[in-house]
């Protein structure tokens, strides 16, 4: 009996380290992911801050590639949308692409309203997930910037609703 007890008391006693280190692990990952997300959302802001985007109450920079064709089919749908919500929107260029791509690809789709448009910061853009898919758009309010860029092309009512989900969750003071 006793070394039953002893042998259950070993068990135990394994069960609660493999236990305390998944809690310590999980505390751990979870510090790394917080330290992530600081280090992503600051990115986001650099990419902002570099290309000039407002910073007024409602703001909207959307990063356009045309090597997603969508992208530049769809930018006057989704910027005229974006305005229309009472969005100021700027557009900036995925810097990877030579600018000698970016012209023909403006000649070709019709969209010269783009000749313009600033690379982004490619480290800053890379860190804050805006490579991830095109376009992609970061949200803008009060000075601040959401951590977490919109990526893709939306339908009209999906796209309304995310940037008024984003809105919303950055209330100005």
Do not use: K
Request: hydrophobic share 50%; with cysteine.
């Amino acid at each position: 009996m006793a070394l039953i007890g002893f042998e259950s008391g070993i068990v135990g006693g394994w069960r609660t380290l493999r236990a305390c280190v998944r809690l310590l692990s999980m505390a751990a990952a979870a510090t790394v992911a917080q330290a992530g997300e600081v280090d992503s959302a600051q990115a986001c802001r650099v990419v902002w801050t570099a290309v000039g985007a407002p910073t007024g109450r409602d703001a909207l920079l959307v990063v356009l590639s045309p090597r997603m064709p969508y992208a530049l089919q769809e930018w006057p749908r989704m910027r005229d949308a974006a305005a229309a919500d009472g969005f100021q929107v700027t557009a900036g260029r995925d810097p990877r692409v030579p600018l000698a791509e970016w012209e023909a690809a403006l000649v070709a789709s019709g969209r010269a309203d783009l000749a313009t448009a600033p690379a982004v910061d490619a480290e800053a853009a890379a860190r804050c997930g805006l490579f991830n898919h095109f376009p992609s758009a970061l949200v803008g309010r009060c000075g601040r910037v959401h951590p977490w860029p919109i990526l893709g092309v939306m339908p009209g009512a999906a796209w309304h609703e995310i940037l008024r989900q984003r809105r919303e969750s950055m209330p100005c003071p």
